[in-house]
């Protein structure tokens, strides 16, 4: 009986090693300015990369601006693949696989087209 629980504990092992993902390479500088790099793969596919900078150093405007990229293989064998910028305006993500919004109506654009060509003055005294 107690080589059975032997046996099984071998074979847990074993079916747990074969689940192990390895770092096959990782990057990671940060400079004495502010910038900066990091980048990592693993064995099952996974690719990160990101680098920074400090942009306005010293002011209160100072601001990190990174831009990156990451990709992996979902479990259905599709390669996604994501490039993104952050910065001051945000995150801006860029990839194929993200949603987008419809386009605007013609008669919907025409109304806005409309109402940016002809300001309404405000009210003396009205603040929006």
Not at 61 to 80: L, Q, R
Request: glycine share 8%; net charge negative; hydrophobic share 45%.
């Amino acid at each position: 009986m107690k080589s059975v629980f032997v046996a099984l504990a071998f074979l847990a092992i074993a079916a747990a090693a074969e689940d192990v993902v390895q770092i096959l390479r990782q990057v990671a500088d940060v400079g004495f300015d502010g910038t900066y790099k990091h980048a990592f793969e693993t064995s099952d596919g996974i690719v990160v990369e990101e680098h920074g900078v400090l942009k306005n150093a010293g002011s209160e405007n100072a601001a990190v601006e990174a831009t990156g990229s990451y990709e992996f293989t979902a479990p259905d064998g599709i390669k996604y693949a994501l490039h993104y910028v952050a910065d001051e305006n945000g995150f801006q993500p860029q990839a194929d696989f993200l949603p987008t919004p419809p386009p605007v109506p013609p008669m919907i654009q025409r109304a806005l087209d409309y109402i940016a060509s002809h300001p309404q003055p405000l009210p003396q005294g009205k603040v929006l």
